[in-house]
C-alpha cells in the first residue's frame, strides 16, 4: 500500500519557519509524478499551496505563498519538503502532502491526487 507520513508541523509566532516533511512509502516518485502540499483551515475547504513535477524544477506554487514558501524533494529518500518562512497567521491549518500522477496544469487542485497523508498542524500566532 502507498503511504505519504507528514511531520514537522507545530506551533510558531508570526514571522517564523517551519519545515515539513513528507516521506512516501509503497512507490517510488518518478517523473511525471506531482507530490503537492495542501492545506485546510476549520471551516475552509482544503486548497493547494504548492506542488511539484517529480524529478524536474517545476513548481506550482499559490499566490499567497510565493516567497514564502518553498517545495523540494530528496528522490533517494522518497521524501518531500515543504520549507516555509515569515509565517503568517493565516498560514494556519492542517497541512496535508499528496501524491498521483497529476497534469501539471491541474498540480494544485485536490481531487487529482490520489494518495494523501494523515496531515500536519500547523498553527502561526
Known amino acids: 500500500d502507498v503511504q505519504l507520513v507528514e511531520s514537522g508541523g507545530g506551533s510558531v509566532q508570526a514571522g517564523g519557519s517551519l519545515r515539513l516533511s513528507c516521506r512516501a512509502s509503497?512507490?517510488?516518485?518518478?517523473?511525471?509524478?506531482?507530490m503537492g502540499w495542501f492545506r485546510q483551515a476549520p471551516g475552509k475547504e482544503r486548497e493547494g499551496v504548492v506542488a511539484i513535477v517529480s524529478g524536474t524544477n517545476v513548481r506550482f506554487y499559490a499566490d499567497s505563498v510565493k516567497g514564502r514558501f518553498t517545495i523540494s524533494e530528496d528522490n533517494a529518500k522518497n521524501t518531500a519538503y515543504l520549507e516555509m518562512i515569515n509565517l503568517k497567521t493565516e498560514d494556519s491549518a492542517m497541512y496535508y502532502c499528496?501524491?498521483?500522477?497529476?497534469?501539471?496544469?491541474?498540480?494544485?487542485?485536490?481531487?487529482?491526487?490520489?494518495?494523501w497523508g494523515q496531515g500536519t498542524q500547523v498553527t502561526v500566532s
Open positions: 509503497g512507490y517510488t516518485t518518478r517523473n511525471s509524478y506531482c
Open positions: 499528496a501524491a498521483g500522477d497529476v497534469l501539471s496544469l491541474r498540480a494544485l487542485s485536490a481531487g487529482e491526487y490520489t494518495y
